[in-house]
């Protein structure tokens, strides 16, 4: 490891620099973020769990989390193709085409979200022709999972590329010379050696899009019940001034989206263990 | 590189085995249909046209054409119309508002940002790992979460809102709970780019500096700085970008009042929600203008560090 063995350093600065990072962390991070579990916890069991778990709450929860993890797999599937077409192939324009692919991590969440809408509505770009064969994009759950996938997307794909990149050309042509078939070569030799990324690809865009609120609002239409997502729940308890409402839901996402990045960790952990288990 | 060597030890297989007549199934070439050659580590020429072809079709859809949209949009109504939605008063003070919550956050976090790096990268000390982890945890916290957060503290029924108040001091629906909002939602952009690059690269030249003589700020100033300055800047391009950008947790603390609380993003939303469809696209193509010089120089900076990269793997000459 590279790591600097500096115990008692002569470089100075070190209680300068430490007293700053914990104090600067504790008063924009942690306070703040106590603040929230200290809400939650005075809200009290009973209190919790009606304001968490009411029918209006769990249909949004259902939606929330089915339009991500739909989302979530449209994105792992041509987040691979896209990926893979960038690191193996040569287009035109590919630099441009790859530099583009972080547009929804620069965009203004709101800014994407009236784009898609203007594009997937029923006289947009696109969305009249889904009109015309019967389908309703935006203000609908489809919506969703549009506005999703586009702010997901770079997720997968910059998880996947520099797995796909590092992957051994000797073990392919190897496995060709065994009498592999292409195909067969990608599900047993290149498949496996991508599948931690793209599991954990998969993973970052899941969670990006439970708590993504400014590319959905627009295009979803936002009918309780229906096409209300937790984050505009939260808001809506919020204008109410039912901060113990909008708490015990943010509570149960915030919860959620730790789930899923110990997941990411287990995953990552996972890989590591393997490969050392190789070498 | 590495790369090459093993792609042209591919290349030299093809020159000894291709030899017109049968190549037998499973050796490292094949001949496709129109008699070329083709390495068995490629994709059948029509594999690789359908990947091609379905990732631009899916890229299309998903990201260029909302993309040309919004500019399409936005000059829908003439060009008359879509300069006059920037000399509009409320316009002008959003674009206000949106620099100087820029121009807050983003040196704040990147005073922040050199320290923790100078703390977690020089020294050691238990619970660095749990230190690191902290910082990036508002990367898991969700838009509208991180606004909750600020209400909850300081919101009228927060917990310091009404002493606050008992002094005329508001800071949500107000320019300083946009400010808290946003610095929290930057808070690691700076951190998370420089701490890796500091680690990797040790304190052997800040010690050599240090022992002969040079102060701290000095060895700082000219030692360390310099060789993270391109990290550095990354990170405040990414940093930047999402402080001007920032639209779910700006939107729960800011109340949009507007000519007083409201950001570009937020300024999008209220003429959008009012079907003034043809402002609001002109103020998003501005902010999808500042998105697209975001990519650029951000593709300019990933350019110029792996030339520099393979420049110092080049053996003198």
Redesign the interface.
């Given at each position: 490891m590279a790591f600097p063995r500096t115990k008692n350093s002569v470089l100075p600065g070190f209680g300068l620099t430490m007293g700053y990072t914990v104090l600067y962390l504790s008063l924009i991070v942690l306070l703040p973020l106590g603040a929230l579990v200290i809400k939650s916890a005075t809200l009290g069991w009973a209190g919790f769990w009606a304001a968490a778990w009411n029918t209006r709450v769990v249909a949004s929860y259902k939606l929330t989390f089915g339009t991500s993890l739909i989302a979530a797999t449209i994105n792992a599937v041509f987040g691979l193709m896209v990926a893979w077409t960038l690191v193996r192939y040569t287009l035109p324009g590919k630099k441009f085409i790859d530099a583009l692919i972080d547009l929804p991590f620069a965009l203004p969440t709101a800014v994407s979200g009236i784009a898609l809408t203007a594009v997937y509505a029923k006289n947009g770009w696109i969305g009249q022709y889904l009109d015309a064969i019967g389908i309703k994009a935006a203000f609908s759950p489809l919506g969703i999972v549009i506005a999703l996938t586009f702010i997901g997307l770079p997720f997968v794909v910059r998880t996947l590329q520099p797995a796909i990149e590092e992957i051994d050309r000797e073990s392919e042509e190897a496995a060709a010379s065994l009498g592999a078939t292409r195909w067969q070569t990608f599900w047993r030799v290149i498949f496996p050696s991508v599948l931690p990324a793209l599991l954990t690809g998969f993973a970052l865009s899941f969670a990006r899009a439970l708590g993504e609120y400014g590319s959905v609002v627009f295009i979803s239409g936002n009918m309780p019940m229906k096409t209300e997502i937790a984050s505009l729940l939260i808001i809506t308890k919020l204008e109410q001034y039912d901060y113990a409402g909008a708490t015990a839901i943010a509570t149960m996402m915030l919860a959620a989206s730790f789930v899923i990045l110990f997941a990411i960790n287990a995953v990552q952990w996972w890989t590591a263990r393997k490969y050392r288990g190789v070498a | 590189m590495v790369?090459g060597t093993?792609?042209s030890g591919?290349r030299m297989?093809v020159t000894v085995q291709s030899l017109p007549g049968a190549i037998p199934?499973?050796?490292?070439v094949e001949t496709n249909l129109a008699g070329r050659l083709r390495l068995?580590?490629?994709?059948?020429s029509w594999?690789?046209a359908l990947?091609?072809t379905?990732?631009?079709v899916?890229?299309t859809?998903?990201?260029?054409?909302?993309?040309a949209?919004?500019f399409a949009?936005a000059l829908r109504k003439g060009v008359a119309v879509y300069f006059a939605s920037f000399t509009d008063a409320h316009a002008l003070s959003a674009i206000r508002l949106t620099l100087l919550v820029a121009i807050i956050c983003v040196p704040l976090n990147l005073?922040?940002g050199l320290?923790?790096s100078?703390?977690?990268?020089?020294?050691?000390?238990p619970g660095k790992s749990m230190?690191i982890t902290?910082?990036d945890?508002?990367f898991?916290?969700?838009?509208?979460?991180s606004g909750?957060?600020?209400?909850?503290?300081f919101?009228l029924?927060?917990?310091l809102g009404p002493w606050l108040d008992s002094y005329h001091i508001q800071i949500i629906f107000a320019v300083p709970g946009v400010i808290?909002a946003t610095?929290?939602v930057t808070?690691p952009f700076v951190a998370r780019e420089v701490i890796p690059l500091m680690?990797?690269q040790?304190?052997?030249e800040?010690?050599a500096a240090?022992?002969l003589g040079a102060?701290?700020w000095q060895?700082?100033w000219r030692v360390t700085l310099p060789n993270v300055k391109w990290a550095l800047l990354y990170g405040v391009i990414?940093c930047n970008?999402r402080a001007?950008?920032?639209?779910?947790a700006v939107?729960?603390v800011s109340g949009h009042v507007r000519g007083k609380t409201n950001t570009?993003?937020?300024h999008?939303?209220i003429l959008?929600n009012e079907y003034n469809?043809a402002a609001?696209?002109a103020v998003?193509s501005l902010?999808?203008l500042l998105?697209?010089i975001?990519?650029?120089l951000?593709?300019a900076v990933e350019w110029r560090v792996r030339r520099e990269f393979e420049q110092a793997l080049e053996p003198p000459t």
């Open positions: - | 790369d093993e792609v591919g297989s199934k499973g050796s490292l068995a580590t490629d994709e059948r594999v690789k990947l091609i379905s990732t631009l899916f890229l859809l998903v990201l260029f054409v909302p993309l949209a919004i949009e005073v922040f320290a923790a100078w703390a977690i990268a020089k020294f050691q000390f230190l902290l910082i945890l508002p898991a916290v969700s838009p509208v979460i909750l957060i600020f209400v909850l503290l919101g029924r927060g917990w808290l610095l929290f808070f680690q990797e040790g304190s052997d800040e010690l240090v022992s102060s701290g060895t700082f990414l970008a001007m950008g920032e639209f779910g939107n729960v570009l993003p937020l999008v939303e959008y469809f609001a696209f998003a902010l999808a998105a697209l975001t990519l650029a951000k593709s």
